[in-house]
């Protein structure tokens, strides 16, 4: 929102500087984002007067001009312009001055002749035909305006010597998206009076209820409808001060009755409309909701197809305007208009914000009427419109005014607190400052009831009391302290300091962690090979995505996984080992949520393969307290290669998956041998150990025996390590393989492996008898459950 410090002065005085004013406001919660002062662009611009002219002696086209700019002497300055007469009064660029843009004028000579400036165009001084309607666009602007002397700085003529202060106003304060509403925020903050203006209306031009009749079909997308009449309309360009006014707001002025209605909104924030009042079938407006395919040529000349949830403006036949976003180029103002209806209306802003987002039209005034506007403000607005017709000699406002306003509003009342207040803020504010501040601000505090304002839609409790009172004391004065009663120390749950621990595990085993979003493109279903009645691709849809690449939640970590993997490949990264701890959503039955998931997925490619990746998968386990994984061969996991992935269970629950990437998958994201890991965070605490005990140091000696066999090579070493572990009870305390190996002296289909086997008694030192009989265990085992022989 920008505010004109000119328009302000109309309101408050407040003769601060800019920065003052800034701080001071931003201090008070009405956050200034930058001042735009336009006279830093324009300096040493004079209006000046032609004494002479005379053809340039070298040239056909160009002039010599004596220009009085109420100095001692005339300056010469030499043009090319065709439209300079004696006794014009034009702007002149001096020597040494500056333009908008950055352009420098500089004395010089043309064609050997000195010119000492420049007369300047509308389009030089940063304006066009809107601002200036009497200038021409092609040519030197001859002035016409009344304080144009000779010698007179250009910058009050045209409106810059003013500053511009653009605010960020929040949704839930759009009674400050007006000069109004930010003037009673300066005056509270400046501790000044607010000068409001009551409008007057001096009509006497016939009654209004003899031409027009206005219906709400539904109030509830229409709580109120204001209209006023005017006759004898004369179109033709509003007065420089409005026009200046609207400049500085950053509104294009078009003629005085949109002027008019622009002018409005900005210093009342109540969006207006004009119709054209010929164009209304049956004298009639009808507020109503569009049928199902209704056709409307909007102002901006689109046609819109409507649809029966849209809000719109209608005669007896037609909708003439889509309500509270833009009106319809079937009631046009034109210059052979007569009689035009003002409409102020408030509109369910819920339903303006949701015509104008599926029609793609957000508006000035769509962007005021979603955050929701003062029902009161309709009838002062439409009265400030018909004054200012009135002033400008627009037109002439017939009698009366249709104001259908079925629920009326109720004034909301709160207690003030002032003990509530304070122990909020933690300060020591008096009564009487939170009186006097309120007061400021509109509230109307009758003892210890506050009564408050239409416009404060947002005051809705204590707490918001307590904000107002202490955004104006200033929260910089309010000193730091503890919170009252006592409080409960923070901390992580188990849960959390397990998957932190779990992160400080990877990244010790040189894993960098990622961070992805949850939201992916159900192709990458597609390129992971998942059936089409895989449950995988049933994953939850987002019903606002912000395009067809972030469309459905995830129900698996390997697209985003690979996704990041393959950026880092395409950019030349050879030797990459990525984490990440997040969740993944999987549908339930029809009405409740998604089923979140925390899921460990480990990816990487470069010097990490098959047996590297398992390995940090079981240090990862083993750091979690996760005991006896076992690792079975997979291969109907359409995502990974065949005869290189691993189911990972504990105590035969499934806990997750690890191998290589099937090569076309791997292929769709632009990589070559990959290696992923998938691990379900609440399965692995769900058979994670108990804490750890204290376990001394062994006290006598352990015996290492190796231990080679020979056996069919579909058997695989988990099968072997598991019947080994079995056959060598209390005894054996660890099993490692060592080798495999095929090839000569071992017949085909065939293949060794060996094996260190430790073992230790916790009582006693082992005999080479004990040793014995838990090899001969083994081996009984091993050729009995899978027919491997010792080597």
């Known amino acids: 929102m920008n505010l004109s410090r000119k328009w302000l002065s109309e309101f408050v005085d407040v003769t601060v500087s800019s920065k003052e004013y800034d701080d001071a406001m931003t201090d008070s919660g009405s956050k200034v984002e930058t001042t735009y002062e336009p006279s830093q662009e324009i300096q040493n611009v004079v209006v000046g007067k032609v004494l002479e002219t005379e053809r340039h002696p070298d040239s056909d086209h160009l002039w010599i001009c004596q220009i009085d700019i109420g100095e001692a002497e005339p300056v010469q300055i030499v043009t090319g312009a065709q439209n300079v007469r004696v006794g014009d009064l034009v702007p002149v660029a001096k020597h040494k001055s500056l333009l908008p843009g950055g352009i420098k004028i500089e004395k010089g000579k043309l064609r050997g002749v000195k010119s000492n400036g420049m007369m300047c165009s509308i389009k030089e001084l940063g304006l066009d035909l809107h601002d200036v309607p009497y200038a021409i666009e092609d040519g030197i602007w001859i002035l016409q305006e009344p304080d144009a002397v000779p010698g007179a700085d250009i910058r009050p003529i045209i409106g810059a010597d003013d500053s511009i202060v653009e605010f960020e106003i929040t949704n839930n304060r759009p009674d400050c998206l007006s000069v109004i509403g930010l003037a009673r925020e300066t005056a509270a903050t400046f501790g000044r009076e607010l000068k409001l203006h009551e409008p007057a209306v001096k009509g006497g ?17 229409c709580p109120r409808y204001t209209a006023k009449m005017v ?25 005085n009755i949109v002027d008019i209605t622009n002018y409005v909104m900005l210093e009342y924030g109540q969006p207006m409309h004009a119709f054209d009042y010929s164009c209304l079938d049956g004298g009639k407006i009808v507020v109503r909701t569009a049928r199902d395919g209704e056709v409307m040529d909007t102002l901006d000349g689109t046609p819109r197809t409507l649809t029966k949830d849209m809000l719109v403006i209608a005669d007896a036949c037609k909708p003439v305007g889509l309500a509270g976003v833009m009106g319809g180029a079937n009631s046009e103002i034109t210059e052979k208009t007569e009689f035009v209806v003002f409409e102020s209306a408030n509109f369910n802003g819920t339903s303006i914000r949701r015509t104008a987002t599926k029609l ?11 955050k929701g506007l003062d029902i009161e403000n309709t009838y002062g607005a439409v009265m400030r419109a018909c004054e200012l017709v009135e002033l400008l000699g627009a037109g002439e406002v017939l009698d009366g005014c249709i104001d259908i306003y079925p629920n009326k509003w109720q004034q909301p009342v709160l207690k003030l607190e002032p003990e509530r207040i304070n122990a909020l803020l933690g300060a020591k504010i008096p009564e009487d400052f939170m009186v006097q501040t309120l007061e400021r601000l509109g509230f109307v505090v009758d003892g210890d009831q506050i009564k408050v304002p239409s416009w404060r839609g947002d005051v809705e409790g204590m707490a918001d009391i307590a904000e107002e009172v202490g955004r104006f004391y200033s929260y910089n004065k309010i000193e730091p302290t503890l919170f009252a009663g006592a409080a409960q120390a923070g901390g992580l749950t188990e849960r959390q300091q397990l998957e932190r621990f779990a992160g400080v595990t990877l990244r010790g085993m040189g ?20 059936p089409a009645d895989s449950p995988l691709r049933n994953g939850p ?66 010097q990490t393969g098959f047996f590297e990746l398992k390995g940090a998968v079981e240090a990862l386990l083993k750091s979690l307290r996760v005991n006896g994984a076992e690792f079975t061969a997979q291969e109907n996991n359409p995502s990974y290669h065949p005869g290189r992935c691993a189911e ?25 041998e990959t290696y992923t890991a998938e691990l379900d965070f609440a399965d692995l605490l769900s058979v994670r150990a108990a804490e750890g005990v204290y376990v001394p140091l062994p006290k006598y000696p352990t015996v290492q025996r190796d231990l080679a066999v020979v056996c069919d090579e579909t058997v695989t070493i988990a099968q072997l390590t598991g ?47 004990d040793s014995d009989a838990v090899m001969a265990a083994v081996l009984a085992a091993l050729k009995d459950e899978l027919g491997a022989v010792i080597r």
């Not at 990041?564 to 999987?586: A, P």
Request: glycine share 10%; charged share 25%; net charge positive.
């Open 511 to 530: 894993y960098s962690e990622i961070l992805t979003y949850s939201f992916i493109s159900p192709s990458a279903y597609d390129k992971l090979r998942i």
């Open 648 to 672: 990972i269970t504990v105590g035969g629950k499934p806990v997750g998956v690890l191998g290589q990437i099937h090569p076309k998958v791997a292929a769709a994201w632009g990589l070559g």
């Open 541 to 606: 849809v987002i019903l606002n995505p912000l395009g067809e690449d972030t469309s459905v939640m995830r129900t698996s970590m390997l697209p985003s996984m690979l996704d990041t993997l393959g950026r880092n490949k395409s950019v030349k990264n050879e030797d990459v080992k990525l984490y990440e701890i997040s969740k993944v959503y999987r549908n339930q039955a029809a009405g409740e949520l998604p089923d979140e998931r925390t899921i460990i997925a480990l990816g990487a490619y470069g």
């Open 231 to 255: 006759k004898n309309i004369k179109i033709e360009p509003s007065p420089r001060w409005m026009r200046q006014r609207l400049r500085a707001m950053g509104v294009r002025p078009i003629n």
């Open 360 to 370: 793609g039209m957000r508006t000035d005034a769509s962007g005021r009427f979603e």
């Open 723 to 769: 019947c080994i572990r079995k056959a060598g009870g209390a005894l054996l305390k660890d099993v490692t393989l060592f080798d495999i190996y095929t090839g000569s002296h071992i017949p085909e289909g065939k293949k060794s492996t060996a094996f260190a086997l430790k073992l230790r008694a916790d009582d006693r030192t082992l005999t080479d008898a």
């Open 205 to 221: 031009s016939g009654d209004i209820h003899t031409h027009l009749s206005v219906e709400i079909a539904n109030p509830e997308l």
